[in-house]
């Protein structure tokens, strides 16, 4: 494994801690500023909007500049943005830190991703992004219980101030560890102006791969979304149980990520297929039997493991269809934000109609189906093109 990737994944380790652990910080920090608890909810939105958009922003106006040196701008601009909010005097401060911490997020993954593919050999090529994704997923697993505990014992801001110093730390062993020879960013049909920087759009296989990341990511995360809910008022768990439960949730996240790229490196639509097809199954199975503690327990780290399993998957299958070009990649990455919003609203909506706590599993199985759908149609068009 070359050592780039570990820096690299470590960059990812950082910046999932930040998405992930305001969510057990947020009490405390509405206390700090004395703001409501839909006021401290910005936080979350704010970050997730400006994800969406930086992904895509920051990648285009980086296009001529060499990889690593856009990563460790990228980067440094996360340490800047969690220094903001480690002394954030006021609440303003606090939003404006979150905002830009995100706006690194979507191109970190993106451009990352094409360097982790450009450290190894082709054949393994997701399971190198696979390794840069296990921080996010790493992330992900210990993101909630880490804000909590470092928030109870020695107050929020010493979270941030932890997650400032493991960016440090990916700065600069991705300034040591990641070769100049990454390339630029504006390899894979960018090197003209800014129209030619979205040559890559033009591919429908672009289109397909974007269309069922949104609604792949749709249909895990918008069952995620409420899934306390659905442990507390279906299954029978306390609440007191839901932190190791989402526990085996992020586990499985790992074990999907790992096993999913190993799997694409192999036959990648048929992976893709099958982990669309497994989260579909297992989404609807828990919607069926979420009153059953036991068999939540299995079906949540299912869930995570078929949820994840694309992930890989899907980055390289887009930067493919075009070519090779950075912002393909982030815009997968906006593209799973935008999904994780339609399936929230649809699984909230699901809820306020009256259709229960296990709703949300069902519009997410829904999602997932059409995924599946759209992953189909992109995988026979693929076909017919090499037959021809």
Same mark, same amino acid.
């Given at each position: 494994?070359?050592?780039?990737?570990?820096a690299?994944?470590l960059?990812?380790?950082?910046?999932?801690l930040?998405?992930?652990?305001?969510?057990?910080?947020?009490?405390?920090v509405?206390?700090?500023?004395?703001?409501s608890?839909?006021?401290?909810g910005r936080?979350?939105?704010?970050?997730?909007?400006?994800v !969406?958009? =930086?992904?895509? /922003? #920051?990648?285009?106006?980086? &296009?001529?500049l @060499?990889?690593?040196?856009?990563? %460790?701008?990228?980067?440094?601009?996360f340490?800047?943005?969690?220094?903001?909010?480690?002394?954030?005097?006021t609440?303003?401060v606090?939003?404006?830190?979150?905002?830009?911490?995100?706006?690194?997020?979507?191109?970190?993954?993106?451009?990352?991703?094409?360097?982790?593919?450009?450290?190894?050999a082709p054949e393994?090529?997701?399971?190198a992004?696979?390794?840069?994704?296990a921080?996010?997923t790493?992330?992900?697993?210990?993101?909630?219980?880490?804000?909590?505990l470092?928030?109870?014992?020695w107050?929020?801001?010493?979270?941030?101030?932890?997650?400032? !110093?493991? =960016?440090?730390l /990916? #700065?600069?062993?991705?300034? &040591?560890?990641? @070769?100049?020879?990454a390339?630029? %960013?504006?390899?894979?049909?960018?090197?003209?102006?800014?129209?030619?920087?979205f040559?890559?759009?033009?591919?429908?296989?672009v289109?397909?791969?974007?269309?069922?990341?949104?609604?792949?990511y749709?249909?895990m995360?918008g069952a995620?979304?409420?899934?306390?809910?659905?442990?507390?008022?279906?299954s029978?768990?306390?609440?007191?149980?839901v932190?190791?439960?989402l526990?085996?949730?992020?586990?499985?996240?790992?074990?999907?990520?790992l096993?999913?790229?190993?799997?694409?490196d192999?036959?990648?639509?048929?992976a893709?297929?099958?982990?669309?097809?497994?989260?579909?199954?297992t989404?609807?199975?828990?919607?069926?039997?979420?009153?059953?503690?036991?068999?939540?327990? %299995?079906?949540v780290?299912?869930m995570g493991?078929?949820?994840f399993?694309?992930?890989?998957?899907?980055?390289?299958?887009v930067?493919?269809?075009?070519?090779?070009?950075?912002?393909?990649?982030?815009?997968?990455?906006?593209?799973?934000?935008?999904?994780n919003?339609?399936?929230?609203?649809l699984?909230?909506?699901?809820?306020?109609?009256?259709l229960g706590?296990?709703?949300?599993?069902?519009?997410?199985a829904a999602?997932?189906?059409?995924a599946?759908?759209v992953?189909?149609?992109?995988?026979?068009?693929?076909?017919?093109?090499v037959?021809?």
């Amino acid at each position: 494994m070359p050592s780039g990737l570990i820096a690299l994944a470590l960059g990812g380790f950082g910046i999932g801690l930040t998405e992930f652990l305001i969510a057990g910080l947020l009490p405390q920090v509405a206390s700090g500023f004395a703001v409501s608890e839909a006021t401290a909810g910005r936080l979350v939105s704010g970050y997730a909007l400006s994800v !969406a958009v =930086g992904a895509i /922003a #920051l990648t285009a106006a980086t &296009a001529r500049l @060499p990889r690593k040196q856009v990563l %460790v701008g990228l980067v440094a601009l996360f340490v800047v943005g969690n220094l903001l909010c480690a002394v954030a005097p006021t609440y303003s401060v606090m939003l404006l830190g979150r905002i830009v911490a995100a706006l690194c997020h979507g191109s970190f993954f993106g451009i990352g991703s094409l360097v982790a593919r450009a450290l190894v050999a082709p054949e393994r090529k997701s399971r190198a992004v696979a390794v840069m994704f296990a921080g996010l997923t790493l992330a992900n697993v210990l993101g909630v219980p880490f804000g909590a505990l470092v928030g109870e014992r020695w107050g929020w801001r010493a979270a941030f101030w932890a997650v400032t !110093a493991i =960016g440090v730390l /990916a #700065l600069a062993g991705i300034v &040591a560890l990641v @070769p100049g020879r990454a390339g630029t %960013v504006s390899e894979g049909g960018s090197r003209g102006g800014p129209r030619d920087r979205f040559q890559a759009f033009r591919s429908s296989q672009v289109w397909l791969t974007l269309a069922a990341t949104a609604l792949g990511y749709g249909g895990m995360f918008g069952a995620f979304s409420y899934i306390a809910y659905t442990f507390t008022e279906v299954s029978g768990f306390s609440s007191g149980d839901v932190a190791w439960l989402l526990m085996v949730y992020g586990v499985g996240l790992v074990v999907g990520n790992l096993v999913g790229g190993r799997a694409a490196d192999r036959d990648r639509d048929r992976a893709l297929l099958f982990a669309l097809l497994g989260l579909t199954v297992t989404l609807t199975l828990f919607g069926l039997l979420a009153g059953s503690a036991v068999a939540s327990v %299995v079906l949540v780290f299912l869930m995570g493991v078929t949820g994840f399993a694309a992930v890989p998957g899907m980055i390289t299958r887009v930067t493919d269809a075009a070519h090779g070009a950075a912002l393909a990649a982030s815009a997968n990455v906006s593209a799973s934000n935008v999904g994780n919003a339609l399936g929230a609203w649809l699984g909230g909506l699901a809820i306020t109609a009256g259709l229960g706590y296990a709703a949300p599993l069902c519009t997410g199985a829904a999602l997932a189906l059409a995924a599946l759908l759209v992953m189909l149609v992109a995988a026979r068009r693929a076909t017919s093109s090499v037959r021809q």
